[in-house]
């Protein structure tokens, strides 16, 4: 009999400790990607460039020509959030709008030169950042971090993450 209560106390510690430990990994990530921000903002704003700017211009880096809206859906925000955005940048002389060739009523975001040669510093910056956050990590432990946060992404998305590859 002893034995029967002491495995109901065992596996009442278990689910007590999960959930302690969902709540500390909640925790854990805001507060990281927190810090990871913080840390990437102080180096770009030495360029000129504020919190979510450096993402703006690495879209259109990618895909110069974006409408307001498609910047705003990629980005995960909403479109009066991106127009204030690009409002100041184009302010700032890293982006310009233009009426759309094809759609004189649709406007597309471009890149200046400024804009342009300010991706290198956002390389640069998330690159600083990235061996500030992960010092003292293996190249493996890197490696298992980053695909464990992407999964994290992707559960969060509602996506199934692709099948686990060894390490």
Not at 96 to 115: I, M, P, S
Not at 127 to 135: M, N, Q
């Amino acid at each position: 009999m002893g034995k029967k209560k002491e495995g109901k106390k065992n596996k009442s510690a278990r689910k007590k400790n999960r959930e302690e430990v969902t709540l500390d990994f909640a925790q854990a990530v805001t507060q990281a990607a927190r810090s990871v921000r913080t840390a990437l903002s102080r180096s770009l704003l030495d360029g000129g460039l504020y919190a979510g700017q450096d993402s703006v211009i690495m879209a259109l880096f990618e895909a110069d020509g974006m409408t307001p809206g498609a910047l705003a859906q990629r980005l995960g925000v909403k479109a009066p959030t991106m127009t204030r955005t690009i409002g100041r940048m184009e302010a700032q002389g890293f982006v310009r709008r233009h009426a759309d060739a094809q759609d004189q009523r649709q406007t597309k975001v471009h890149l200046t030169e400024a804009g342009q040669g300010s991706v290198e510093l956002i390389s640069r910056a998330a690159a600083a950042c990235d061996e500030l956050a992960l010092k003292g990590f293996s190249d493996k432990e890197r490696r298992v971090l980053i695909r464990l946060l992407r999964a994290v992404d992707l559960n969060l998305q509602g996506i199934e993450p692709p099948a686990a590859e060894e390490e």
